[in-house]
């Protein structure tokens, strides 16, 4: 987007201080998103997302401090079925292993909203926020409040009957609205530092733009398949069952259950767009390398990003899920997606033939 000088502090010298302090904050709430992915990724995976059964999105900032007040959550916490199917018998001493990983996960989104409102009033007071951005921190913010509020319905479906986990279908929402929010605030941030084009590339920016839709839709095939615990099923590469497509992949009927449902199909899927993805990125690549600036180096950066990634992806597959590895395959996305946004962002079509003041 692009910005006037004249909605930041006129005095000589401050205007560009100005965009950078912005900049920095919005790049910074996108890293404090980045590790609450990977802090997800990491519950999930632990099965520690469901240690904690209640919503208290104040009262819970503090951890239990008496030994009653553990006993009492591990007595919610026995009543769920993740306890009776998978973790009977594990004690108080287990409850507070896989409790403090939640704790932390729950905590760090409250420090978000901490970290957005705190720095956004100094910013505000010292004149480097403009006024056109504010609805669009507003809303920001309101997504913010609904990524904690769909959270807590995603951890809720744990606790139905037979669950031993939250439903595919819900933590690919709770992660498809954190995709949307660092994206946002990533976007915002480059607007902010980068408020004019300056490589001008029709070819890179349509693969970059391919790229901009691939990747999410990936990343939200594979929420699927961590839901449905796909990855411990066909763990061998690049066939499944000896099989290009496996047998079992429309097993379901309706046909479009198989999608969401079957894990042959889920994991077939999650791989098919990791594929196109990777070649996709690669054509991004191969014509980066020819064009010059900034786009060349998004270009390559992309390239790494996307080649750690697909490489990740088979080395957890292959190796039946180890959780660092998943973890790390979930973080790496994240910056397979940062490198796409950066790239389309350096490429993207002017808005403004030109603005008056405003320095690229």
Excluded: K
């Excluded at 009033?121 to 006024?131: K, N, S």
């Excluded at 409040?145 to 037979?162: I, K, N, R, T």
Aim: proline share 6%; net charge positive; aromatic share 10%.
């Amino acid at each position: 987007m692009p910005f006037d000088d004249r909605i930041f502090p006129s005095r000589a010298g401050e205007t560009m201080h100005g965009r950078r302090a912005l900049a920095g904050w919005l790049f910074g709430l996108c890293g404090m998103i980045f590790v609450m992915i990977v802090l997800g990724g990491a519950t999930r995976l632990t099965g520690s997302g469901l240690s904690i059964m209640e919503w208290a999105p104040v009262a819970g900032i503090l951890p239990p401090l008496s030994h009653a007040d553990w006993e009492r959550l591990f007595r919610l916490y026995q009543q769920i079925p993740q306890y009776a199917l998978l973790n009977e018998g594990f004690g108080l001493s287990g409850f507070q292993h896989i409790f403090w990983l939640e704790y932390v996960h729950r905590l760090w989104g409250r420090l978000i909203g901490v970290f957005f409102v705190v720095p956004l009033i100094w910013l505000w007071l010292r004149g480097a926020v403009p006024r056109s951005m504010l609805p669009r921190l507003a809303l920001l913010f309101a997504l913010g409040g609904l990524q904690g509020a769909v959270g807590w319905f995603m951890v809720a479906s744990g606790f139905f009957p037979d669950s031993t986990a939250v439903a595919p279908d819900r933590l690919a929402i709770h992660l498809a609205l954190a995709l949307v929010l660092y994206a946002a605030l990533l976007w915002t941030g480059l607007g902010v530092l980068r408020p004019i084009p300056t490589d001008e590339n029709p070819l890179l920016r349509r693969l970059a733009m391919a790229l901009a839709v691939l990747v999410p839709l990936t990343m939200l095939a594979g929420a699927w398949v961590a839901g449905l615990h796909a990855g411990l099923d066909y763990n061998t590469f690049p066939l499944m069952d000896r099989r290009v497509v496996p047998a079992g992949y429309a097993a379901l009927t309706p046909f479009w259950r198989n999608a969401f449902e079957n894990i042959a199909a889920v994991q077939f899927n999650h791989r098919l767009l990791a594929t196109l993805t990777a070649a996709v990125g690669s054509a991004a690549v191969s014509v980066g390398m020819l064009a010059r600036g900034r786009a060349r180096l998004a270009a390559l950066a992309l390239g790494g990003a996307v080649a750690a990634q697909y490489t990740l992806g088979v080395a957890t597959l292959l190796l039946v899920v180890p959780v660092p590895l998943a973890v790390a395959h979930q973080a790496v996305a994240v910056l397979v997606l940062t490198a796409a946004l950066v790239l389309l962002h350096t490429v993207r079509r002017p808005i403004l033939s030109s603005v008056r003041g405003v320095s690229p």
